[in-house]
């Protein structure tokens, strides 16, 4: 295996966890067929919910506007295919309360009908303001499982600078490759989108940080930069540790720079977005096409066949689990994302949303957890690999 070049540094703690990541990299991405009827909540992205456009009888398009941002921390939503509103109506949601959320629902026609799109500009040509803009009006949150409006990260303000864009390809969470066949399967638009992003920042430089154990995905985005000839950017491969991934910990690794505390990343000139983000910006510029679908891995030994797909945004998690060979006799919970950052749902009619990257249904072995809970006995091994230094033994 290959080496990190440059200097790397190293956050305090981590663990070396099973990544569990083989399972579901056996096979290509596969497109998830249009589901019958779209699920579509209000609600995904951090900040408020977008305000609907649209009432029960409306015909829709694909790509079309159904629900408009209602603030500056919120995110606009689109018909991921063409058909009929049924309703606006809350609807279970993929939550860990379990509680149900405002939703569109569409019944597909099949057609997968595009409306009226704009016309392509050219992204070199637009100010960072008006590619800002475009960006927000395709509805783009980070894909990382955070959900922040992309937008926002692009806008540093007048009082900072952004020096370095990070690209995050470490996908440290065990389970989740989504982010590693993208970038495998889709190199040249992740870069291209990184470029959009570099462009509307105006940074310097852009490095984009890779596990090592994606050996595929780092040679497949370091080959492609290579090829493009794009100049000031920069494909690292870095330590599998997790959390590494995190934000922090990711930026630290790569840069050496830590975030002060109540901070935030442009206080240090730094911006990070995810790969899948990077993509998504791609599509948005470069075909006139908002954010209606992602990849999702769908893994874990209670799914027959695991493997990653592109789904439309809306799709309930049981078509994905059927169409990847339906559960096992092994499955005893439903968890979306990973073992560590995910949540348990009690049921797979909720819908795919922007920022869910996985679906890992997962046996009792991969869920078991000891009957007995014992006293802390303040041994101290939690501190030892906390990266935040919390000091969880001390009495309260």
Known sequence: MKKPSGKLWHFKGGLHLPDHKDISTQTPVQQMAIPERLIIPLQQHI????????????????GQIIARASGYYSASIHASTSGTVIDVIEQPVAHPSGLSAPCIIIKADGEDRWGKRPPHQDYKKLTPSTLRSLIRE?????????????FIKLNPGS???????????AECEPYITCDDML??????DIIHGLIIMRHALQAKRCLVGIEENKQEAYDTMRDTVHALGVEGVEVIMIPTLYPTGGEKQLIRVLTGLEVPHNGLPLDISVACQNVGTAAAVFDAVEKSQPLISRVVTVTGDGIANPGNMQVLIGT????????????????????????????TVQSDQVPITKTINCILAASEAETDTPDTHYPCIRCAACMDVCPVSLLPQQPV
């Not at 408020?48 to 009432?55: G, K, N, S, T, Y």
């Not at 395709?138 to 992309?150: E, K, Q, S, Y």
């Not at 970038?183 to 040249?188: A, F, T, Y």
Request: charged share 20%; aromatic share 4%; no cysteine.
């Open 159 to 169: 009082k900072h600078h952004i020096d370095t864009l990070i690209l995050n390809g």
């Open 316 to 343: 309930p998690l049981q078509e994905l689990i059927e169409t990847s060979g339906g559960y096992t006799d092994q499955v005893q919970r439903l968890v979306i994302g990973g073992p560590m950052m995910g949540y």
């Open 183 to 188: 970038m495998r399967e889709r190199p040249e």
């Open 47 to 62: 900040g408020e919910p977008a305000e609907p456009l649209v009432i029960a009888g409306d015909p829709v398009n694909k």
């Open 138 to 150: 395709a509805g783009i949150v980070g894909l990382g499982g955070a959900g922040f409006p992309t």
